[in-house]
């Protein structure tokens, strides 16, 4: 990737060098919650993890760099830089960058408004707003997150790269009704 930076590979090469990092960072935190690690090993694990995530969100941003480059966009491109857009988000979102990943998950649901990755992005804002304690938002992002399923044809939904089908996406969306301040893991507001 550094040696031919414009090369037609280079986004490829860049997403599987960022996809490997995560992948390193997931086995740390399966690591970091399951051995018997002495202090010193658990700090230095754990800033590996967060090396790793960072350094995987950046490259990731790379991914989306180079791909918006492109003078003709096609449909192999798009789906790259979408699929780049959603790790980027979910990589800041796992090192505690919520605001950050807020940011770039609100980007995919307006950049991509009619494919699912707009659903798994609004939920995934409703899941940070969530543990920021701001139940508001939360809510909103998740009431979104049902009209784009609503909106989004069961074609579309059932040929999404590695999205749910409608149903299992229902399921999962009626998990936690909205409005029931019922979240996974955040204390009730009283």
Not at 44 to 59: F, G, K, P, V
Not at 62 to 71: A, K, P, R, Y
Request: hydrophobic share 40%; glycine share 4%.
């Amino acid at each position: 990737a550094d040696r031919w930076p414009d090369h037609a590979d280079t986004p490829m090469v860049l997403f599987d060098i960022a996809t490997a990092r995560r992948s390193l960072a997931q086995q740390i935190d399966a690591r970091l919650n399951s051995d018997q690690l002495t202090p010193s090993q658990r700090q230095q694990l754990s800033a590996d993890r967060l090396e790793n995530l960072w350094e995987a969100a950046l490259t990731f941003d790379q991914v989306m760099e180079h791909l918006s480059l492109s003078e003709s966009p096609t449909p192999s491109t798009q789906r790259w830089q979408r699929a780049a857009a959603i790790s980027r988000s979910d990589c800041l979102l796992e090192t505690g960058r919520l605001r950050e990943a807020i940011a770039g998950y609100e980007s995919v649901a307006r950049d991509w408004p009619g494919h699912a990755a707009a659903i798994h992005a609004l939920v995934q804002v409703a899941s940070a707003w969530t543990t920021l304690g701001e139940f508001d938002r939360a809510d909103s992002a998740h009431n979104r997150a049902l009209a784009r399923l609503r909106d989004i044809s069961d074609e579309q939904l059932n040929h999404s790269e590695g999205f749910m089908n409608r149903e299992v996406w229902e399921r999962w969306m009626n998990t936690v009704p909205v409005g029931s301040q019922l979240y996974a893991g955040a204390p009730i507001p009283e």
